[in-house]
């Protein structure tokens, strides 16, 4: 038994749970500003975490394909599981990338009152996703996997529903309700193919599934068990068509909730099918991979274009997520080494890109009430690059490096996921060559895809040009219900405010030429305006009455960490590439290496 | 010894093996002579102790039976081929039986305490059930149960289920009024019909075997008594199903726990769902194992439609309740799942301890969340026919209440941190993928989703806004200085409830009202204690034979 192993998931759940039972937490709730407990235990048990998360290294996971940590003692005798936790090269990059989110995100909460609620229970609940994640991806069992998978819903649900986007009520119930329906009936389709997997196998000890390599299960048995847990993990991946809960959900979730859902909870998917699927059913995986590879191109290329026209900046990060997750999921069905190494780079990358991306979207919707890029052109007064330089600096950065920009993180993980595609074994999945590099050349229009969306953001957010931007309060008209995308096809006819505070997602439409300058609109005048066409009631706030500050200092660390982190790996590839790959040689069975 | 013995029609019985199933029976004799003597109006306390002691000795007397079977009521019977004899059995204390009586016991004490924490009606509500006529019916229905899970014979069966079944009809009427009287008959006429269906199938059953003894071999003599078997067990299922709520059988639920006390809908959900999983397995498993891959078609079909039914009506109650009524139907679906995976006879074990496993974590919960629906109960200007909105903001105002009710409901939404309902669908699940049922399996998927609605619907209110501050107002969790344990030895101890401090509580002070009674506050401990032990040593649903 690893002490380290056991501190690592015992810390963030054991802070989560004092949190919790601390009645005055109920109580300190309505008060809104976070209290010294909640800093002292929320930041302890956090950095604590991370602090062993960085101690597991001193195991050295990259010298050798087994665990270098094992926590191995009876649990359910009734199941045949075990409560079998591991930590090898394919855990630790995971493990220190969510017990470093762990942290941000409390630093992100406790420096801020953001939320009317108070942060304790936010705290909480940030805490045990932090806990089910690592116990996730230290998972050795199919039924540890199954219940850590489990753990971070209800927290995450609460996080959304409760201290998600205040001016849209009903929208983030809704949020987090489809949130925890869709992954809760993932999760139960990923259980039967766990369940099927066992009875087959006779065992639950993933250590030992990847000895046998599938041995002893029968190819209608694997293609079952395959399909079933694809399909229960990518709806957490997720992998188009079953996305459709994330952007809702990114979009209501608080900042620190939207970091830890793409950071985090998004790569327990991916996790699970290089860990649980690719080598316990290899036979039955390597039938299904084309169509895994089809859908993550498809989302790839789906979402860029979705992101062409998104004017929300959140749920356009969000789509851009998907696009990325189907990089992950290109890589995986590749079965090579190197697809398998790409998304798992690629996983970390985009754990640290849209984070740092979140924070920007997020510290910008909270303090204009709207993340809708034209918007908060007008409630920031123009360009970021001028007006608020820090969140500017790390937009720039966020979206270069998530465009895959070789040098930067993002670049690396996309491109070995396509080489894997590229080099994908035609007779082993049943798919042509001809199949699997189309596959590839789509996956790379999708980079473009990438580089367009991101660059017109930056366009619009970090120059501030806006086509026909000419507002003035005076010309306000009661809009009808237009839907954005529609409003997007001509945006020269007439510049629009949306305002989010409304349930409805009214528009306000304002008539061009009317105005002198987007970045002399008086915040007072905006808001009275806005208050009469909407008849909004008084605690509704729209646009610009928000304080409209740069980023605090505790979200421009955070962010220096991310943009740090978004560098790192890009100019020294070599340090994710080689922890994972004597392991990811073990999980396929492959002897020649590499690097 | 004891084979002479029965040869010269001398019956030997193992009274250990029958204490835990006959102790609370003797409670109820007690009860009844106390009466004789004391007369109905005294000695309140003494009538609730008295039944106390009998379910908690009875729990005890289980303990010492632990590691070997003892069987007692045996006879011969024919054996399996032509010329041998065997000896039959009607009452075996096996892990199995021993498990169920706990489970009865245990629920049986919890609801119990429920009803001893209820204070004095209102005035305008219907007026209390007696006393001794309450302990007395309520020992007698749990003492048939715990009957029931020994009993290896169809007499014993029958008996033994009928036990634990009226007298419930009598402990829903007692209330005495409109309602109650409305539920108690629709359980009545439900149970009277389904007791003809029961006695038809053993008597059809018998005549295809020739025997009473469960897991008696058809008679290969005539043709077609195979046919005749199989209608019978059908006959019994169907007149075991309504007492677990099987749709179609389960149209008396809601209104039946609508219109009876609480602490008793409590007990319909727990003491009668587990004897009627016990018949069902009794039947089913130990009865008829070698027609394993016939019923199990039937145990799907019924859990499919009963889950189904149950979550989509549950997503639809307004009234707490009757919410936890069809939320009862539809875990009965998911109790009944695993049978569905008993495709062979080699896989009948494994399902039906499957079914106890999810069983002991169905009731675990239920218990739970019952216990808060009686305590709001107690103090809501509604009563018994408070809505959900009841519950809002509860975590904040009354946090004891919040946290079990709050668990209660993700065990039985199989979320964690209720680990223990998240285990209870693995090992509900595991048996029916074993057995690739895909069909089955996708309605289960659907059926976790709806599960996950239905139970969130009502969690979320915990954290809810307050829509009426006024009536929640108590501080955290006390243990109010009003609210006196139940049954002082008062002038009218013939009524359930604190009647020494009637008059004050007549004057109506709320805040007296908004107490948490001492039997109350143990049946909530008791109930979160349950879930949270399982919820961390989950193996126990797993394996709940031990």
Same mark, same amino acid.
């Given at each position: 038994?690893?002490?380290?192993?056991?501190?690592?998931?015992?810390?963030?759940?054991?802070?989560?749970?004092?949190?919790?039972?601390?009645?005055?937490?109920?109580?300190?709730?309505?008060?809104?500003?976070?209290?010294?407990?909640?800093?002292?235990?929320?930041?302890?048990?956090?950095?604590?975490?991370?602090?062993? @998360?960085?101690?597991?290294?001193?195991?050295?996971?990259?010298?050798?394909?087994?665990?270098?940590?094992?926590?191995?003692?009876?649990?359910?005798?009734?199941?045949?599981?075990?409560?079998?936790?591991?930590?090898?090269?394919?855990?630790?990059?995971?493990?220190?990338?969510?017990?470093?989110?762990?942290?941000?995100?409390?630093?992100?909460?406790?420096?801020?009152?953001?939320?009317?609620?108070?942060?304790?229970?936010?705290?909480?609940?940030?805490?045990?996703?932090?806990?089910?994640?690592?116990?996730?991806?230290?998972?050795?069992?199919?039924?540890?996997?199954?219940?850590?998978?489990?753990?971070?819903?209800?927290?995450?649900?609460?996080?959304?529903?409760?201290?998600?986007?205040?001016?849209?009520?009903?929208?983030?119930?809704?949020?987090?309700?489809?949130?925890?329906?869709?992954?809760?009936?993932?999760?139960?389709?990923?259980?039967?193919?766990?369940?099927?997997?066992?009875?087959?196998?006779? &065992?639950?000890?993933?250590?030992?599934?990847?000895?046998?390599?599938?041995?002893?299960?029968?190819?209608?048995?694997?293609?079952?068990?395959?399909?079933?847990?694809?399909?229960?993990?990518?709806?957490?991946?997720?992998?188009?068509?079953?996305?459709?809960? +994330?952007?809702?959900?990114?979009?209501?979730?608080?900042?620190?909730?939207?970091?830890?859902?793409?950071?985090?909870?998004?790569?327990?998917?991916?996790?699970?099918?290089?860990?649980?699927?690719?080598?316990?059913?290899?036979?039955?995986? @390597?039938?299904?991979?084309?169509?895994?590879?089809?859908?993550?191109?498809?989302?790839?290329?789906?979402?860029?274009?979705?992101?062409?026209?998104?004017?929300?900046?959140?749920?356009?990060?969000?789509?851009?997520?998907?696009?990325?997750?189907?990089? !992950?999921?290109?890589?995986? /069905?590749?079965? &090579?080494?190197?697809?398998?190494?790409?998304?798992?780079?690629?996983?970390?990358?985009?754990?640290?890109?849209?984070?740092?991306?979140?924070?920007?979207?997020?510290?910008?919707?909270?303090?204009?009430?709207?993340?809708?890029?034209?918007?908060?052109?007008?409630?920031?007064?123009?360009?970021?690059?001028?007006?608020?330089?820090? =969140?500017?600096?790390?937009?720039?950065?966020?979206?270069?490096?998530?465009?895959?920009?070789?040098?930067?993180?993002?670049?690396?993980?996309?491109?070995?996921?396509?080489?894997?595609?590229?080099?994908?074994?035609?007779?082993?999945?049943?798919?042509?060559?001809?199949?699997?590099?189309?596959?590839?050349?789509?996956?790379?229009?999708?980079?473009?895809?990438?580089?367009?969306?991101?660059?017109?953001?930056?366009?619009?957010?970090?120059?501030?040009?806006?086509?026909?931007?000419?507002?003035?309060?005076?010309?306000?008209?009661?809009?009808?219900?237009?839907?954005?995308?529609?409003?997007?096809?001509?945006?020269?006819?007439?510049?629009?405010?949306?305002?989010?505070?409304?349930?409805?997602?009214?528009?306000?439409?304002?008539?061009?030429? &009317?105005?002198?300058?987007?970045?002399?609109?008086?915040?007072?005048?905006?808001?009275?305006?806005?208050?009469?066409?909407?008849?909004?009631?008084?605690?509704?706030?729209?646009?610009?009455?928000?304080?409209?500050?740069?980023?605090?200092?505790?979200?421009?660390?955070?962010?220096?960490?991310?943009?740090?982190?978004?560098?790192?790996?890009? +100019? +020294?590839?070599?340090?994710?590439?080689?922890?994972?790959?004597?392991?990811?040689?073990?999980?396929?069975?492959?002897?020649?290496?590499?690097? | 010894?004891?084979?002479?013995?029965?040869?010269?029609?001398?019956?030997?019985?193992?009274?250990?093996?029958?204490?835990?199933?006959? #102790?609370?029976?003797? @409670?109820?004799?007690?009860?009844?002579?106390?009466?004789?003597?004391?007369?109905?109006?005294?000695?309140?306390?003494?009538?609730?102790?008295?039944?106390?002691?009998?379910?908690?000795?009875?729990?005890?007397?289980?303990?010492?039976?632990?590691?070997?079977?003892?069987?007692?009521?045996?006879?011969?019977?024919?054996?399996?081929?032509?010329?041998?004899?065997? !000896?039959?059995?009607?009452?075996?204390?096996?892990? #199995?039986?021993?498990?169920?009586? &706990?489970?009865?016991?245990?629920?049986?004490?919890?609801?119990?305490?429920?009803? #001893?924490?209820?204070?004095?009606?209102?005035?305008?509500?219907?007026?209390?059930?007696?006393?001794?006529?309450?302990?007395?019916?309520?020992?007698?229905?749990?003492?048939?149960?715990?009957?029931?899970?020994?009993?290896?014979?169809?007499?014993?069966?029958?008996?033994?289920?009928?036990?634990?079944?009226?007298?419930?009809?009598?402990?829903?009427?007692?209330?005495?009024?409109?309602?109650?009287?409305?539920?108690?008959?629709?359980?009545?006429?439900?149970?009277?019909?389904?007791?003809?269906?029961?006695?038809?199938?053993?008597?059809?059953?018998?005549?295809?075997?020739?025997?009473?003894?469960?897991?008696?071999?058809?008679?290969?003599?005539?043709?077609?008594?195979?046919?005749?078997?199989?209608?019978?067990?059908?006959?019994?299922?169907?007149?075991?199903?309504?007492?677990?709520?099987?749709?179609?059988?389960?149209?008396?639920?809601?209104?039946?726990?609508?219109?009876?006390?609480?602490?008793?809908?409590?007990?319909?959900?727990?003491?009668?769902?587990?004897?009627?999983?016990?018949?069902?397995?009794?039947?089913?498993?130990?009865? /008829?194992?070698?027609?394993?891959?016939?019923?199990?078609?039937?145990?799907?079909?019924?859990?499919?439609?009963?889950?189904?039914?149950?979550?989509?009506?549950?997503?639809?109650?307004?009234?707490?309740?009757?919410?936890?009524?069809?939320?009862?139907?539809?875990?009965?679906?998911?109790?009944?799942?695993?049978?569905?995976?008993?495709?062979?006879?080699?896989?009948?074990?494994?399902?039906?301890?499957?079914?106890?496993?999810?069983?002991?974590?169905?009731? /675990?919960?239920? +218990?739970?969340?019952?216990?808060?629906?009686?305590?709001?109960?107690?103090?809501?200007?509604?009563?018994?026919?408070?809505?959900?909105?009841?519950?809002?903001?509860?975590?904040?105002?009354?946090?004891?209440?919040?946290?079990?009710?709050?668990?209660?409901?993700?065990?039985?939404?199989?979320?964690?941190?209720?680990?223990?309902?998240?285990?209870?669908?693995?090992?509900?699940?595991?048996?029916?993928?074993?057995?690739?049922?895909?069909?089955?399996?996708?309605?289960?998927?659907?059926?976790?989703?709806?599960?996950?609605?239905? =139970?969130?619907?009502?969690?979320?209110?915990?954290?809810?806004?307050?829509?009426?501050?006024?009536?929640?107002?108590?501080?955290?969790?006390?243990?109010?200085?009003?609210?006196?344990?139940?049954?002082?030895?008062?002038?009218?101890?013939?009524?359930?409830?604190?009647?020494?401090?009637?008059?004050?509580?007549?004057?109506?002070?709320?805040?007296?009202?908004?107490?948490?009674?001492?039997?109350?506050?143990?049946?909530?401990?008791?109930?979160?204690?349950?879930?949270?032990?399982?919820?961390?040593?989950?193996?126990?649903?797993?394996?709940?034979?031990?």
């Amino acid at each position: 038994v690893s002490a380290l192993l056991v501190l690592l998931l015992a810390l963030p759940l054991g802070g989560a749970l004092v949190l919790l039972l601390r009645p005055e937490s109920w109580a300190s709730r309505a008060a809104g500003q976070p209290d010294a407990v909640v800093r002292q235990v929320g930041l302890g048990a956090s950095a604590l975490t991370l602090a062993v @998360a960085l101690l597991t290294l001193t195991q050295r996971p990259w010298s050798t394909p087994d665990a270098v940590l094992e926590v191995d003692v009876p649990w359910i005798p009734g199941l045949g599981a075990r409560l079998h936790l591991v930590l090898d090269g394919i855990s630790a990059p995971l493990v220190v990338l969510t017990a470093l989110l762990g942290l941000l995100v409390v630093v992100l909460v406790t420096s801020t009152s953001s939320s009317r609620r108070g942060s304790r229970g936010l705290v909480a609940c940030l805490l045990a996703v932090e806990g089910g994640a690592l116990a996730t991806f230290t998972a050795a069992d199919l039924v540890v996997f199954f219940v850590a998978f489990e753990v971070v819903l209800v927290p995450m649900w609460a996080v959304i529903r409760w201290w998600g986007d205040p001016h849209d009520e009903p929208g983030r119930r809704e949020a987090a309700t489809r949130f925890i329906l869709f992954t809760a009936g993932g999760s139960v389709v990923l259980l039967l193919g766990l369940l099927l997997v066992a009875s087959a196998s006779g &065992t639950t000890d993933v250590v030992e599934l990847v000895r046998r390599q599938g041995d002893g299960m029968s190819g209608t048995v694997q293609l079952a068990a395959a399909v079933l847990l694809l399909i229960g993990l990518s709806v957490k991946v997720p992998v188009w068509p079953l996305h459709t809960w +994330l952007p809702p959900a990114h979009t209501a979730a608080p900042t620190a909730g939207s970091v830890l859902l793409a950071g985090v909870l998004l790569k327990m998917g991916s996790y699970g099918m290089i860990r649980f699927v690719v080598p316990v059913v290899p036979d039955g995986f @390597a039938r299904v991979a084309p169509v895994l590879g089809a859908l993550g191109v498809v989302g790839i290329l789906w979402a860029g274009l979705a992101c062409l026209v998104e004017r929300d900046l959140k749920r356009l990060v969000a789509f851009s997520s998907v696009a990325h997750m189907g990089f !992950v999921a290109l890589g995986i /069905a590749s079965g &090579t080494p190197q697809g398998l190494q790409g998304a798992l780079f690629a996983n970390v990358a985009h754990g640290v890109i849209t984070s740092l991306l979140f924070v920007v979207a997020g510290g910008l919707k909270q303090r204009f009430g709207t993340a809708d890029l034209r918007m908060l052109l007008t409630g920031a007064g123009g360009g970021l690059r001028d007006r608020l330089p820090r =969140y500017g600096g790390m937009l720039v950065v966020g979206c270069i490096a998530g465009l895959g920009l070789p040098g930067l993180a993002g670049f690396w993980g996309e491109f070995l996921a396509v080489y894997g595609a590229w080099q994908a074994d035609p007779v082993a999945t049943g798919a042509p060559v001809w199949f699997w590099r189309a596959l590839a050349s789509l996956a790379v229009i999708g980079t473009v895809l990438a580089a367009a969306y991101l660059l017109r953001v930056l366009r619009l957010l970090w120059h501030g040009e806006v086509e026909g931007a000419a507002v003035t309060p005076a010309g306000y008209q009661r809009g009808g219900r237009t839907s954005p995308r529609q409003q997007d096809a001509h945006p020269h006819d007439e510049a629009e405010v949306r305002l989010d505070g409304s349930p409805d997602v009214e528009l306000l439409h304002l008539p061009p030429g &009317t105005a002198s300058d987007a970045g002399h609109v008086s915040p007072t005048l905006l808001e009275s305006g806005a208050r009469a066409a909407l008849h909004l009631p008084r605690d509704v706030r729209p646009v610009s009455a928000r304080r409209r500050g740069d980023a605090t200092t505790s979200e421009t660390v955070v962010g220096l960490v991310l943009v740090v982190l978004s560098v790192v790996p890009g +100019l +020294l590839p070599w340090i994710l590439l080689a922890t994972t790959e004597p392991a990811v040689r073990h999980l396929l069975a492959v002897d020649r290496g590499f690097l | 010894m004891a084979a002479a013995l029965v040869r010269e029609g001398v019956q030997s019985i193992a009274w250990t093996a029958v204490l835990p199933a006959l #102790l609370p029976a003797l @409670a109820a004799l007690l009860l009844l002579a106390l009466d004789a003597i004391v007369g109905p109006r005294r000695g309140g306390r003494w009538r609730d102790g008295l039944a106390l002691g009998g379910l908690v000795v009875g729990l005890l007397a289980v303990v010492p039976l632990g590691g070997q079977a003892r069987s007692t009521f045996c006879a011969d019977v024919a054996g399996a081929s032509a010329g041998t004899v065997t !000896v039959a059995c009607g009452f075996v204390a096996s892990p #199995l039986t021993l498990a169920l009586q &706990t489970l009865v016991l245990a629920s049986a004490l919890m609801c119990l305490l429920l009803a #001893l924490g209820q204070r004095r009606p209102r005035p305008g509500d219907a007026p209390d059930a007696p006393r001794t006529e309450h302990h007395l019916l309520l020992l007698v229905a749990t003492s048939g149960a715990c009957f029931l899970a020994g009993a290896r014979d169809y007499a014993t069966l029958a008996v033994a289920f009928e036990t634990a079944s009226l007298p419930v009809v009598g402990l829903v009427a007692l209330r005495r009024d409109g309602r109650g009287v409305e539920a108690g008959l629709k359980l009545l006429l439900t149970a009277v019909l389904s007791f003809a269906l029961l006695v038809l199938g053993v008597a059809l059953v018998y005549a295809s075997t020739g025997s009473l003894h469960l897991g008696a071999r058809v008679n290969t003599a005539l043709p077609d008594l195979g046919l005749v078997h199989g209608v019978g067990l059908a006959l019994v299922v169907a007149g075991v199903a309504f007492k677990l709520s099987l749709v179609p059988f389960h149209a008396w639920t809601p209104d039946t726990y609508a219109g009876a006390p609480v602490p008793i809908a409590a007990f319909l959900a727990t003491v009668s769902k587990v004897a009627g999983l016990t018949a069902l397995v009794l039947v089913l498993a130990i009865g /008829a194992p070698q027609l394993a891959s016939s019923w199990s078609l039937l145990a799907g079909a019924l859990a499919a439609v009963t889950m189904t039914v149950g979550n989509l009506v549950a997503l639809r109650q307004r009234s707490a309740v009757r919410l936890l009524a069809w939320s009862t139907v539809a875990q009965a679906g998911w109790v009944v799942l695993p049978l569905a995976g008993a495709v062979s006879p080699h896989r009948v074990a494994a399902a039906a301890t499957a079914s106890i496993g999810y069983l002991l974590a169905y009731v /675990a919960a239920t +218990l739970a969340a019952f216990a808060v629906v009686v305590v709001v109960a107690q103090w809501h200007p509604l009563g018994e026919r408070h809505g959900l909105d009841a519950y809002d903001g509860l975590l904040r105002s009354r946090m004891v209440l919040g946290v079990v009710l709050g668990f209660a409901l993700l065990c039985l939404a199989g979320l964690p941190p209720g680990v223990m309902g998240l285990v209870a669908k693995v090992v509900a699940l595991r048996p029916v993928v074993g057995a690739h049922a895909w069909l089955l399996t996708s309605i289960a998927v659907l059926n976790v989703v709806l599960g996950v609605a239905v =139970y969130l619907r009502w969690a979320v209110r915990l954290v809810a806004a307050t829509g009426e501050p006024d009536t929640l107002r108590e501080p955290v969790g006390a243990l109010t200085a009003g609210s006196v344990p139940a049954a002082p030895a008062g002038t009218s101890g013939a009524a359930i409830g604190p009647t020494g401090t009637l008059g004050s509580e007549r004057d109506g002070e709320a805040d007296v009202r908004t107490g948490i009674t001492v039997p109350h506050g143990v049946a909530l401990l008791l109930g979160l204690a349950a879930c949270v032990v399982l919820s961390v040593l989950p193996a126990l649903v797993a394996s709940p034979l031990g």
